[in-house]
């Protein structure tokens, strides 16, 4: 168990890197006086200072691969934390909802979840993730492990307002920095299996679309009160399922899973379309579902399509 003061920042810098979650804690804790220091003097004495710091503690936990120098994780932070402070300055002007790009890895970075992967803390991250609410759980599943991540994709899928999305995210945020500080250094071996297991299920029912035994699934898997939402906007029963699966296999469409996430009774299910030589526009390149389960059953299945193919 690591101390506050008994080991040096490069020390806890490299053990968070090899996957130490309780190492990150501890050397992040030690600087955040700092951290917050730089917020108060660039945002004022708001409510966004500390939205700010967890912030950079989060992007800098996910980051945490691209440390080079661990003896330097104390400026790195601070630079983090800067930076996120300058993009909530941006998003205070009467623009449409601002993109937190910092929150996002440049392009030819990995994913979140596969940087967090690499730093050996995707058990804590899943264990957090699930200690959500629901509401905040699908948009901190949307932002965060899919490719539809964009503040109108969640808006979409999830059928709430653009600045519902932002305050959500930004609630997951805390809760999920909370978590880092209650729960830093537990492991939580299980996940791996229950990803597994999400990946296998939603790879099996894809592939029962090709088949004739997909009505079979539907009366099965969707409850009989299901709804469908597509785009947001189009609205429909679950029989709406077979009415969308008959358009795209008639066409020739393949459909492709491409990765499959969930927690606590929420399903981010994503996948590509493979179009026919004949009719290469048919399908937009990407979709995903957002499946909200209860007892066992999707009581809800959001749609939404994405117009390039990325990851």
């Known amino acids: 168990m690591w101390s506050v003061g008994a080991e040096s920042d490069g020390e806890l810098a490299r053990a968070a890197q090899r996957g130490d979650t309780a190492a990150?804690?501890?050397?992040?804790?030690?600087?955040?006086?700092?951290?917050?220091?730089?917020?108060?003097?660039?945002?004022?004495?708001?409510?966004?200072?500390?939205?700010a710091v967890q912030d950079a503690v989060l992007t800098a936990f996910r980051r945490l691969p691209e440390l080079r120098d661990p003896e330097a994780i104390g400026p790195w932070l601070k630079a983090i934390v800067r930076n996120v402070c300058?993009?909530?300055?941006?998003?205070?002007?009467?623009?449409?909802?601002?993109?937190?790009?910092?929150?996002?890895?440049?392009?030819?970075?990995?994913?979140?979840?596969e940087a967090l992967e690499r730093a050996g803390s995707r058990?804590?991250?899943?264990?957090?993730?699930?200690?959500?609410?629901?509401?905040?759980?699908?948009v901190v599943l949307l932002r965060?492990?899919?490719?539809?991540?964009?503040?109108?994709?969640?808006?979409?899928?999830?059928?709430?307002?653009?600045?519902?999305?932002g305050s959500r995210l930004r609630d997951?945020?805390?809760?999920?920095?909370?978590?880092?500080?209650?729960?830093?250094?537990?492991?939580?071996?299980?996940t791996d299996t229950e990803a597994a297991a999400?990946?296998?299920r939603a790879r099996e029912h894809l592939a029962s679309i090709e088949?004739?035994?997909?009505?079979?699934?539907?009366?099965?898997?969707?409850?009989?009160?299901?709804?469908?939402?597509?785009?947001?906007?189009?609205?429909?029963?679950?029989?709406?399922?077979?009415?969308?699966?008959?358009?795209?296999?008639?066409?020739?469409?393949?459909?492709?899973?491409?990765?499959?996430?969930?927690?606590?009774?929420?399903?981010?299910?994503?996948?590509?379309?493979v179009n026919p030589p004949s009719d290469p526009e048919?399908?937009?390149p990407t979709f995903a579902w957002l499946l909200r389960m209860r007892e066992g059953r999707v009581a809800q299945l959001g749609l939404v399509y994405g117009t390039s193919r990325t990851g």
């Not at 030690?30 to 917050?36: D, K, N």
């Not at 993009?87 to 970075?109: F, I, K, N, S």
């Open 86 to 113: 300058r993009m909530q300055l941006r998003a205070r002007t009467p623009l449409p909802v601002a993109e937190p790009e910092l929150l996002l890895p440049p392009a030819g970075d990995p994913r979140p979840d």
């Open 24 to 51: 990150f804690a501890v050397v992040t804790e030690r600087h955040r006086a700092a951290l917050r220091a730089i917020a108060i003097s660039l945002l004022g004495y708001v409510d966004e200072v500390d939205d």
């Open 198 to 200: 999400h990946r296998l």
């Open 282 to 284: 048919h399908c937009p």
């Open 211 to 273: 088949t004739d035994g997909y009505d079979h699934v539907v009366r099965d898997w969707f409850r009989p009160d299901a709804s469908v939402v597509v785009q947001g906007s189009i609205v429909g029963d679950r029989s709406m399922m077979r009415t969308m699966i008959d358009f795209t296999l008639q066409a020739g469409v393949v459909t492709r899973l491409h990765d499959a996430v969930g927690s606590r009774g929420v399903l981010v299910w994503e996948g590509d379309f």
């Open 123 to 138: 058990d804590w991250v899943w264990h957090a993730v699930a200690r959500l609410s629901e509401p905040i759980r699908e």
């Open 172 to 190: 997951g945020r805390r809760a999920l920095a909370r978590a880092l500080r209650e729960t830093a250094g537990d492991a939580y071996r299980a």
């Open 144 to 165: 965060y492990f899919s490719r539809f991540s964009s503040y109108d994709q969640i808006a979409q899928l999830c059928d709430i307002p653009l600045d519902t999305v």
